[in-house]
């Protein structure tokens, strides 16, 4: 088979591994019900948790982040076996986006968040630990899930500069952190509100 066609195939694998929705399956078979109808609504670990319990919360997040490791470490080199880091990178952001829009849920999902540093972890480990440093230290200090995610993803494209990596990388960066942003935009209403719900506390209202 033609290396183009050898790619596609890759990413075309690494779109549906990442559209499997987990928190969606987990929590139907835990608890019944369909996580969408829960909480915030979104096809992801934290709400998953709400839904169904801190472990499934957690087997959600393992499982969203291996979707992505699998997709950017795996997958190129079973498809196309010497492809450059760019190709890596790439099968982790379509994995991404099957995670974000998933052929299986009529292409709702999740915000990908866990999925993208799964993917950072198979493609460029030093990256995703730059990243997984910058969530846990916002997170510390404001105690949102969602402004940790945002602030993180801003900064892997200028992570990436800082380790040299090359444009098109930084490129494909910058779009994970653009796909973040966007997902979360419902929690950026809520910060503006006030009622953004705050770990270990109660949504502010006023």
Known sequence: MPETLRMLAGLIVSY??????????????????????????????????????????????????????????????WFAPGSSAVFSLLCGVVAVCGHTWSCFLRFQGGKGVATTIGALLGY????????????????ALSRYVSVSSMLAAVMLPVLQLAVHRDTPEVLLGAFLALVIVVRHRSNL???MQGVEHRAGGKPKHG
């Open 189 to 191: 209403r809520r910060l």
């Open 16 to 77: 549906v591994a990442g559209s499997l929705p987990t928190a969606y399956l987990l929590v139907k078979w835990t608890k019944g019900v369909d996580v969408r109808t829960i909480g915030s609504g979104n096809v992801g670990a934290t709400n998953a948790g709400r839904a169904a319990g801190r472990g499934v919360g957690i087997a959600v997040l393992a499982i969203d982040m291996l979707k992505g490791a699998l997709a950017a470490a795996l997958i190129p080199r």
């Open 124 to 139: 460029a480990p030093a990256v995703a630990g730059g990243v997984v440093g910058v969530w846990l230290a916002v997170f």
